[in-house]
């Protein structure tokens, strides 16, 4: 039998393995925090049961409140160029957990209700996301 006493607590292909990890979510965070940020600004569009009943400015110091046209159980806030759902009658309230969305290609949705916020450029394109919805 191997005594504990000679086992070391990491070999040397551990700690490679360990410095690959570290070095891609280091490469991760770069490149999703530095080079995905963009000047433009930023377009919120709100949807109903499948339509755009609204598009949303994402402006720094912006701030607004409204309820979502054709659901009026839905109100969605908007703060300093993020957005988010602020109150709903869905049960779980997942929506609501979300939190704040404000890049390009960022969804949340109160499925419950049929709402739902999509994240675009100002020119109208989410980063080429394509557009999925399921009923």
């Not at 070391?8 to 940020?37: H, Q, R, T």
């Not at 963009?38 to 598009?55: P, R």
């Not at 969305?101 to 109160?110: D, F, H, K, Q, V």
């Not at 020119?123 to 080429?128: H, I, L, Y």
């Amino acid at each position: 039998m191997q005594s504990n006493q000679n086992r070391k607590f990491l070999s040397g292909k551990d700690i490679i393995i360990v410095a690959v990890i570290l070095a891609a979510a280091a490469g991760f965070y770069l490149f999703n925090n530095i080079f995905m940020k963009s000047g433009a600004v930023a377009e919120a569009d709100i949807y109903y049961d499948m339509k755009i009943v609204k598009t949303v400015r994402l402006t720094p110091g912006l701030n607004e409140t409204f309820t979502v046209p054709g659901q009026p159980n839905v109100t969605v806030e908007v703060v300093d160029g993020k957005i988010h759902f602020l109150e709903s009658t869905c049960r779980d309230k997942i929506c609501i957990k979300e939190g704040f969305l404000s890049r390009p290609g960022e969804t949340a949705a109160c499925l419950p209700n049929r709402v739902a916020i999509k994240i675009v450029d100002a020119g109208g394109s989410a980063s080429g996301l394509a557009d999925t919805y399921i009923n």
